[in-house]
């Protein structure tokens, strides 16, 4: 791995586990075993590598999630996969990282805003006109507002003042969301299939 790719990976594994704003260029140096001279070779300062720590994970994230629904059988099957997938991804991933990244570094912020509001709303707008044809997803459905308020969960699942983080956990949270979300969008058959997903047996 060359060492740009590791200084990378090593500044992404820190900050998911400490938060961004407590990991110093010295501490990323310092997991690596090399100088902060080399640091800043490849990264002209701390906002540099952040927004590259970000675009770098944008890019896996958006080759995992296109392999997802290109292996569901299905629409119910595909977001029953990226809601556990993303339930593991975010549970692993400190609070304090997001709030840091949207309050102290405002260029990988934009990097996050734009791929959710461009990559993640359109692939939820092709799952919900996915399901719809498929006979999954009410025929009613308003595709327009109904993947905006999946974003909005987005913000809402990390935003302290809603679910204060020493109450709350994000699996706890993501679950309840993810749930109802999903719930409320699909027909008796849907319905049937998530139970099946979820080897649960309802009485009619």
């Known amino acids: 791995m060359e060492i740009k790719d590791r200084i990378l990976q090593s500044a992404l594994t820190l900050f998911t586990r400490n938060g961004i704003k407590s990991v110093s260029m010295d501490d990323i140096a310092s997991d690596l075993g090399i100088s902060k001279k080399t640091l800043y070779k490849w990264f002209d300062n701390k906002d540099d590598l952040v927004s590259g720590v970000i675009g770098g994970h944008l890019h896996c994230v958006q080759g995992e999630s296109e392999g997802i629904a290109g292996e569901a059988e299905n ?3 595909e ?15 400190n609070p304090n990282t997001i709030h840091d990244l949207r309050k102290y570094y405002p260029a990988a912020w934009q990097l996050f805003h734009d791929h959710k509001n461009k990559y993640i709303l359109t692939q939820i707008q092709d799952n919900l006109r996915r399901g719809i ?6 025929t009613d459905l308003d595709v327009e507002v109904l993947s905006r308020l999946r974003l909005a969960q987005i913000d809402i699942l990390f ?7 020493v109450q709350f956990g994000q699996p706890r949270v993501q679950l309840a969301c993810n749930e109802h979300f999903l719930l409320g969008m699909v027909t ?7 139970n099946e997903y979820r080897q649960i047996t309802e009485e009619e």
């Open 188 to 194: 008796l058959k849907g319905h049937k299939l998530i």
């Open 79 to 93: 977001m029953v996969r990226m809601m556990e997938w993303a339930q593991r991804q975010f549970s692993e991933v």
């Open 159 to 165: 935003d302290a003042d809603i679910f204060p983080h």
């Open 133 to 138: 044809a498929e006979g999954l997803y009410r």
């Open 75 to 77: 629409a119910v099957d």
